[in-house]
């Protein structure tokens, strides 16, 4: 397993009856994990004393029971800077965990001794992004939706790469990609981040069982003839690590060489030393 565990201002203090117990710089908060199915002791006193509960609901969402919890904060990874706030499906507009493929990324960039083009799929509210232009790629940064798209733009300015060679666009992943093919456009690396089910700013759909292959597919017609890597992350049961191996190789590897790895990626847990499992990527590198 590949485990973020280089986090100051993050951390999984404890984990029970399928929920678990952050720590978000200052703030202590409470959130459903379907991953934890066990039920053990729950001595830390935060899980009696927290800044804020997500409560699922029994129709299907849920909400935040606020204790002291502010609208919005901050917190670092490294000289990243990222925006937090608690909105309606859980999240606070970042995913811990994947810091250990952000180090991935910064590694491979930094050691490509060459100019990169990164291309940011589903890229959310760009810690991916923000990673790669750190380490000196210039990326295009492409998402459905426009409130994350402007969430990204300001992670970046507190990160102080606002100037950095970031292009911002709000669009369907599939289809600004097919327009690329028909531009000729290229990129040396690629990222994606697909949603188990999403929708399109004009309503197009998405199903990660159905979509995933061919989107990947249509994706290796972008890649450079001097690509450097591609890397896929699954939030979704039925892709483990091996179904993105087997298609990385099918389609990226056989066509470029290189290398593939893939593996589930957690957070360790303070309490006891194990670690939470948290989806699982796929990496294709030369």
């Known amino acids: 397993m590949w485990i973020a565990d280089k986090w ?3 951390e999984v203090i404890d984990t029970s009856d399928g929920e678990k117990l952050e720590r ?8 459903p994990d379907p991953q934890v199915i066990w039920n053990t002791k729950r001595k830390d006193k935060s899980w009696q004393k927290h800044d804020g509960h997500y409560h699922r609901s029994s129709k299907g969402g849920g909400e935040w029971e606020n204790f002291s919890m502010p609208d919005k904060w901050q917190i670092k990874y ?13 999240h606070t507009g970042l995913f811990p965990e994947q810091a250990v493929n952000w180090e991935w990324i910064s590694d491979k960039i930094k050691g490509a001794g060459r100019k990169i083009k990164v291309l940011n799929l589903f890229a959310y509210t760009g810690g991916a992004t923000l990673a790669a232009a750190l380490a000196g790629a210039s990326v295009t940064h492409v998402d459905a939706s426009k409130g994350m798209v402007s969430w990204a733009k300001e992670n970046a300015a507190v990160s102080n790469l606002k100037d950095a060679p970031i292009r911002y666009l709000v669009d369907d992943c599939v289809k600004f990609v097919e327009r690329e093919i028909r531009r000729g456009n290229k990129y040396d690396a690629v990222i994606m981040d697909p949603p188990s089910y999403g ?20 994706c290796v017609k972008i890649l ?25 190789n099918t389609v990226v590897l056989n066509r470029f060489g290189g290398h593939t790895e893939a593996d589930e990626i957690g957070l360790p847990v303070a309490s ?7 989806g699982a990527s796929g990496r294709w590198y030369v």
């Not at 978000?24 to 959130?31: E, T």
């Not at 490294?78 to 859980?90: A, G, S, V």
């Not at 929708?199 to 249509?218: A, M, Q, S, T, V």
């Open 8 to 10: 100051k201002d993050y």
């Open 24 to 31: 978000w710089g200052d703030y202590i908060l409470v959130r």
């Open 78 to 90: 490294d000289k990243l800077t990222f925006n937090l706030q608690p909105f309606k499906f859980k």
């Open 199 to 218: 929708r399109g700013p004009k309503g197009e759909i998405w199903k990660i069982e159905e979509n995933i292959y061919d989107f990947i597919n249509l």
């Open 224 to 248: 450079s003839d001097n690509p450097l890597f591609f890397l896929i992350n699954s939030y979704t049961t039925g892709l483990q690590p091996a179904v993105l191996s087997y298609m990385i």
């Open 272 to 278: 006891n030393g194990l670690v939470l499992p948290c």
